[in-house]
């Protein structure tokens, strides 16, 4: 596996931009390693950070790299500072950086499969909403999404305080495109795909009651949708549990 480190410009926010990567090596056959062939484009995780974390963050508080490679899959972990992933109310385009541009650009960089099937989002906390609201108004991209702890109710805007309003503006609206109860609730209601979900959340962790709302709310629509809780506070041991959930939760395909 290599871990790199990409800086580049985003023409979308108008700032240079980072994103850490881990990539499956293309041949590998030291002892203990399957040999893999050139040409290979690999699953992808897309994997989103919390509030006051960064591109580094589940590099340096899991074993992400070392879960990672016993599946050949990528993980591309960007930077989105704390925009909660949306067009900010007041601030940058971080919405159309994450669900389009970046997406892009890691394509383009990098040896990643092009494939639905092969492409997945997860995040804990703020990545949590991320990456549902990244499963749920891009299914046509995302074949699963994972939520870590998420904070997945925006209209409890006193939660986060400045940075919850500098997002979504001063009282974030129910019903509107970034409220995932509504958005599961559309997307439930249309012939579209719908991608997989996952979602955990420790017992003793300050958003476990806005996650059961969501789970009981995923529950009464036609989503393939799991569901896992114990205990656990919002904290990186908990995390580093569950992301190995995750990834065998995975719907990976064999990769030849």
Same mark, same amino acid.
């Given at each position: 596996?290599? &871990?790199?480190?990409?800086?580049?410009?985003?023409?979308?926010?108008? @700032?240079?931009?980072?994103?850490?990567?881990? $990539?499956? +090596?293309?041949?590998?056959?030291?002892?203990?390693?399957?040999?893999?062939?050139?040409?290979?484009?690999?699953?992808?995780?897309?994997? $989103? !950070?919390?509030?006051?974390?960064?591109?580094?963050?589940?590099? /340096?508080?899991?074993?992400? +790299?070392?879960?990672?490679?016993?599946?050949? &899959?990528?993980?591309?972990?960007?930077?989105?500072?704390?925009?909660?992933?949306?067009?900010?109310?007041?601030? #940058?385009?971080?919405w159309d950086f994450v669900s389009d541009e970046l997406v892009h650009k890691a394509r383009?960089?990098?040896?990643?499969?092009?494939?639905?099937?092969?492409?997945?989002?997860?995040? #804990?906390?703020?990545?949590?909403?991320?990456?549902? #609201?990244?499963? &749920? /108004?891009?299914? %046509?991209?995302?074949?699963?999404?994972?939520? *870590?702890?998420?904070? *997945?109710?925006?209209? @409890?805007?006193?939660? !986060?305080?400045?940075? !919850?309003?500098?997002?979504?503006?001063?009282?974030?609206?129910?019903?509107?495109?970034?409220?995932?109860?509504?958005?599961?609730?559309?997307?439930?209601?249309?012939?579209?795909?719908?991608?997989?979900?996952?979602?955990?959340?420790?017992?003793?962790?300050? *958003?476990? +009651?806005?996650?059961?709302? =969501?789970?009981? !709310?995923?529950?009464? #629509?036609? =989503?393939?949708?799991?569901?896992? %809780?114990?205990?656990?506070?919002?904290?990186?041991?908990?995390?580093?549990?569950?992301?190995?959930?995750?990834?065998?939760? @995975?719907?990976?395909?064999?990769?030849t």
């Amino acid at each position: 596996m290599a &871990l790199i480190d990409c800086k580049f410009f985003s023409e979308t926010l108008g @700032l240079s931009s980072s994103m850490r990567v881990i $990539l499956p +090596e293309q041949i590998d056959a030291r002892p203990g390693h399957d040999a893999r062939a050139r040409g290979t484009r690999h699953a992808t995780l897309y994997l $989103l !950070h919390g509030l006051g974390d960064d591109e580094t963050i589940w590099s /340096r508080r899991t074993s992400i +790299e070392r879960y990672a490679a016993k599946l050949n &899959l990528a993980v591309v972990m960007p930077n989105v500072h704390r925009s909660f992933y949306v067009n900010m109310k007041h601030g #940058l385009r971080y919405w159309d950086f994450v669900s389009d541009e970046l997406v892009h650009k890691a394509r383009s960089f990098f040896p990643l499969s092009l494939r639905r099937e092969d492409t997945f989002v997860a995040g #804990l906390s703020m990545g949590g909403y991320g990456a549902f #609201l990244l499963g &749920l /108004r891009k299914p %046509e991209q995302y074949a699963a999404a994972a939520s *870590l702890s998420g904070a *997945l109710d925006i209209t @409890l805007a006193a939660r !986060h305080g400045e940075d !919850h309003a500098l997002a979504f503006g001063a009282e974030p609206r129910a019903g509107s495109d970034l409220d995932l109860f509504e958005l599961a609730q559309k997307l439930a209601a249309s012939d579209g795909r719908r991608p997989r979900l996952y979602q955990c959340c420790g017992t003793e962790d300050f *958003l476990y +009651e806005e996650n059961v709302r =969501f789970r009981d !709310h995923l529950r009464a #629509l036609p =989503f393939d949708h799991t569901y896992e %809780e114990g205990p656990g506070e919002h904290e990186w041991s908990y995390w580093d549990r569950m992301i190995q959930r995750v990834l065998d939760w @995975l719907p990976l395909r064999a990769q030849t």
